[in-house]
């Protein structure tokens, strides 16, 4: 079973000294880690997608300490736990959802007052409990969402200089 804690990280002490001395560039690398994890979900490679999904959470994590404009930093960190969540479920894993919950919860509590981290947090509480096949759809509703709405992103090659050998270069070995 995946603990939800940063014991296990994902990120390699190269990429954690990135994330947290260039926010800039660990936005972009938080993207493309998702990115990566989509692609594998979609390949159902399902433990490649774990890697990609728990470094772009500890990187979101980072960046939520750091990062000026906290609703856009706790809706990226939301979004990762969501589809770690989901990718831990179909994968080999057994998670601990309710340690996962508390864990986000936990986390999210200095940026929200409770009702409304509460109403946040129902998106990852449905995934983590709802049953699979209904997850399934919704994800794949998520995805066809984002990828039809428009985007504005621009991934910077160096951010994700390591990328080209897949999740491998970013997670710790």
Not at 1 to 17: E, G, V
């Amino acid at each position: 079973m995946i603990k939800p804690t940063y014991k296990n990280q994902f990120l390699c002490s190269k990429h954690r000294a990135l994330v947290l001395h260039n926010p800039a560039q660990s936005r972009q690398l938080c993207l493309k880690l998702r990115a990566m994890g989509r692609g594998y979900i979609t390949e159902r490679r399902w433990d490649d997608a774990v890697s990609a999904y728990g470094a772009a959470l500890e990187t979101a994590d980072i960046l939520l300490s750091h990062d000026d404009y906290n609703k856009q930093a706790t809706e990226r960190y939301l979004r990762c736990a969501i589809e770690l969540s989901y990718t831990l479920r179909k994968s080999r894993h057994n998670p601990d959802m309710n340690a996962i919950i508390h864990l986000v919860q936990q986390r999210l509590t200095p940026y929200y007052a409770p009702a409304p981290l509460q109403t946040m947090l129902v998106p990852l509480i449905d995934i983590a409990f709802s049953p699979l096949a209904e997850v399934d759809d919704w994800i794949e509703m998520l995805f066809i969402l984002d990828n039809t709405a428009p985007h504005t992103h621009h991934y910077s090659n160096t951010a994700g200089h390591c990328l080209n050998d897949g999740v491998t270069a970013i997670v710790a070995h």
